[in-house]
């Protein structure tokens, strides 16, 4: 776990990213390794190989690579020399990472010239998924693979169960478990990570933290953006695809697993497995009464107005495809039973926000009167990163009124941590072998495995989603899912 502000420096390595001179790669994984490298943490000696079918030489991907700096790093971050200095790690080389012909030698040569046999090398896939199993047979075919070498994979593994099992099926074939390393950016925000150190370093809460003390759980990924080009893939994919099966489903895992018995990568991740396994079943069945899903229509954002979905698609394609969902989950086990766990994602909200609401029960009335309203735990992971709970104190004076005050955490105080993209942690964990913050395979199916009913449940479901405005929380089906067992958003809750 990323434990301190310092960073120690790794040992040199290789970093071999496929898919080099895509959007990911631009915008964020040459920033973070330049951030890295601006800190100290990655020696100068290490090499960054970018490769992609673009014929590009190594000055024609450096002046790509300076571009990205210059756009994707904040500019009291970007020193001249030191940006130089980055560049000369840079090479490229010009390969279809799916097929056994072409410049493999090439890229061989390069990673063996002054580098020790037991140099860490880390293979970055940043391609479309369904190349996974053919550049993984190809890295191993072509002898790139060193005792030292780590496959990290970007998300998503797969479209739903069965394809998630190929791709796993088809790396898993040249890689050990132990050196797949499945990114899910979530696991590298900080706020996150911050959720385990909350639960497990305050007693207080870890007694609390069950369904005799808590309601009901919101966990909400919101933004603002719509398509932003990138409907070819978004269309096929949808909220559900894009946000919650990986990401919520991660920070749910987070919030709601039992004690691990240390902090070690599989001691989590069995715990986080646990959690998954434990969701009880959504399908057709059911589908109705605990998910609800959405498409935006016009509406504003910033201020401005925007067009509806269909019309960012490329030829105003008509599709059914989801910008928003809504979902109950319940967790079957005896911590959780009868807690809904309320996820909820979407595009073209009011703001950008990612946040837990944890919602503890009401009190029973007395001393003061009326039933206590329950406590509210708020841990915003994005923007501006807190912990917030609110407790009721004696008003000062003769009577015995009650003030509600707020008990802060700024987790992003200045001086504490350095805003760091979650990417930079992750791609460093990966040199240093580190698994933790990464998903291991039988987490991404079994969180697959519950998401795939959901699907299949849509595609028989003839009404498609409902709509909502650009700008607003999404359709009334997703309030209406609440309010059946007495629930609120917390916006609702507020206004
Ligand atoms: N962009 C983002 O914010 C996020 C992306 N992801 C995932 O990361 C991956 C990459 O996304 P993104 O960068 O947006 O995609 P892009 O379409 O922008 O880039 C794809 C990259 O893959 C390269 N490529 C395509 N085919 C081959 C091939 N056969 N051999 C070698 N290189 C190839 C392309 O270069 P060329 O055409 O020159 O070969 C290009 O560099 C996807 O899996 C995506 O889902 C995940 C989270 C966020
Ligand atoms: O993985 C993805 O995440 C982003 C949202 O990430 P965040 O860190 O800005 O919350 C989302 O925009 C994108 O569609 C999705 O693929």
């Known amino acids: 776990m990323n434990s301190s502000t310092s960073l120690e420096p790794v040992d040199s390595f290789d970093y071999v990213i496929f898919g080099a001179t895509g959007d990911l790669t631009m915008r964020k994984l040459l920033p973070a390794l330049y951030r890295r490298f601006a800190e100290g943490q990655v020696p100068a000696d290490s090499r960054i190989v970018g490769t992609a079918r673009s014929p590009l030489d190594d000055e024609g991907y450096r002046e790509r690579a300076r571009q990205a700096l210059h756009e994707h790093v904040r500019a009291d971050e970007l020193i001249d020399a030191t940006v130089n200095r980055f560049l000369r790690m840079v090479h490229y080389v010009s390969l279809n990472g799916a097929e056994s012909t072409g410049n493999w030698e090439g890229l061989k040569s390069l990673l063996v010239s002054n580098a020790a046999a037991d140099r860490v090398r880390v293979f970055y896939l940043a391609t479309a998924p369904d190349l996974y199993g053919d550049i993984a047979r190809n890295v191993a075919e072509k002898g790139l693979r060193s005792e030292s070498s780590r496959i990290v994979l970007e998300k998503p593994i797969g479209t739903d169960l069965e394809t998630a099992r190929k791709v796993n099926e088809g790396v898993g074939r040249y890689f050990p478990e132990g050196s797949i390393f499945r990114i899910d950016h979530y696991l590298g925000k900080e706020a996150v990570q911050n959720i385990i150190a909350l639960r497990f370093a305050n007693p207080m809460l870890e007694r609390m933290w069950d369904r005799d003390s808590i309601e009901y759980v919101q966990i909400t990924a919101a933004e603002t953006v719509g398509l932003e080009g990138r409907g070819g893939y978004y269309d096929g994919s949808g909220a559900l695809r894009d946000m919650i099966q990986n990401h919520l489903l991660q920070v749910l895992t987070v919030v709601a697993m039992e004690r691990p018995v240390s902090l070690d990568a599989d001691a989590l991740r069995d715990e986080k497995v646990r959690v998954l396994k434990s969701l009880k079943p959504l399908d057709r069945d059911n589908l109705r009464a605990n998910v609800a899903r959405g498409q935006y229509v016009q509406g504003t954002a910033g201020g401005k107005p925007v067009p509806a ?187």
């Open 309 to 495: 979905y269909r019309e960012e698609l490329p030829g105003e394609t008509p599709s059914n495809t989801e910008t928003f969902v809504a979902l109950k989950a319940e967790i079957d086990n005896a911590r959780w039973r009868g807690v809904p766990f309320y996820l909820r994602s979407g595009k073209r909200m009011p703001e950008k926000l990612t946040e837990v609401v944890v919602q503890f029960r009401a009190g029973e009335p007395g001393l003061f009167g009326e039933a206590r309203p329950g406590s509210r735990l708020v841990i915003r992971v994005q923007p501006n990163e807190s912990v917030t709970l609110p407790l009721f104190v004696k008003h000062p004076g003769d009577s015995f009124g009650l003030d509600e005050v707020d008990a802060l955490s700024r987790l992003g105080e200045p001086g504490r941590i350095r805003y760091r993209d979650s990417y930079e942690g992750l791609m460093l964990d990966a040199v240093k072998g580190s698994p933790a913050l990464f998903v291991r395979k039988d987490e991404t199916e079994a969180a697959w495995q519950w998401v795939t009913p959901i699907l299949e449940g849509w595609r028989e479901d003839e009404n498609g989603p409902d709509t909502y405005e650009a700008g607003t929380w999404g359709p009334d089906s997703a309030r209406e899912l609440l309010r059946q067992a007495g629930h609120q958003w917390v916006e609702d809750i507020a206004a």
